[in-house]
């Protein structure tokens, strides 16, 4: 079992809607959760952290349960510069490191 | 302030062949992790140095080395090349809980 798994993908929307990322993962002892983004060819780049509360940044939202081991991000109103791969990041506790899961690619198209 | 460097940008090797990739990281940074990001896939955690010393290791050969130099800077070394090293290589330095990924350098093996 992988230590973090997503969505396949790829997610085809259109302009404007919603869509939700899902990702699990399977050591209890995580202890950060994070949402990258990855556009083609280029570095991963933090998105935003995931809080137990849940937590908003405008048309972001990432949600954690913990009793679940379970992690998601919603995107509401997609734009076409949302298009990109998704990657759901955790660190472990006593580790400075990152495990990512293999990423779910976006298309949003006009 | 310049982010997370990465030399050279695009390498092209034969199997057998021994490689070395170089990261130079944000200012203030003290610790570098190194990941191997294969086509398709989430990066995966080679190692991290931190004090000039290897830190923690993900699961990877010993072909896989490294090093790092009073000035935080890194080198990734790869020996015996095989066709399945072909990939991209992050570096990231890490401040707090956030790591900050460099541009990466695409390694082909032929």
């Known amino acids: 079992r992988k230590e973090v798994e997503q969505d396949p993908g790829p997610f085809n929307v259109p302009e404007g809607a919603t869509v939700a990322f899902n990702c699990t993962y399977s050591?209890?002892?995580?202890?950060?959760f994070f949402w990258y983004r990855q556009d083609c060819r280029k570095e991963p780049k933090l998105l935003m952290s995931?809080?137990?509360s849940g937590n908003e940044d405008g048309r972001f939202t990432a949600q954690l349960n913990r009793a679940s081991q379970y992690i998601s991000l919603l995107i509401r109103d997609s734009k076409l510069s949302d298009s990109a791969t998704y990657l759901c990041v955790v660190n472990i506790v006593g580790y400075s490191t990152l495990t990512f899961g293999k990423g779910t690619m976006l298309l949003v198209s006009p | 302030d310049a982010g997370v460097t990465q030399s050279p940008t695009h390498l092209i090797k034969t199997r057998g062949q021994q490689v070395t990739l170089r990261c130079s990281p944000k200012?203030?940074?003290?610790?570098v992790s190194w990941y191997q990001q294969a086509l398709g896939q989430g990066p995966q955690f080679i190692f991290q140095y931190y004090e000039e010393e290897e830190r923690q290791r993900g699961n990877f050969p010993d072909r896989f080395s490294g090093h790092q130099f009073p000035n935080y800077s890194s080198e990734l070394n790869v020996n015996a090349l095989l066709l399945g090293d072909s990939a991209l290589y992050l570096c990231?330095?890490?401040?707090?809980?956030?790591?900050?990924f460099g541009p990466g350098t695409r390694l082909t093996v032929l």
């Open positions: 990231a330095s890490r401040f707090n809980d956030e790591q900050f």
């Open positions: 050591n209890s002892a995580s202890q950060s």
């Open positions: 995931v809080y137990s």
């Open positions: 200012s203030g940074h003290d610790t």
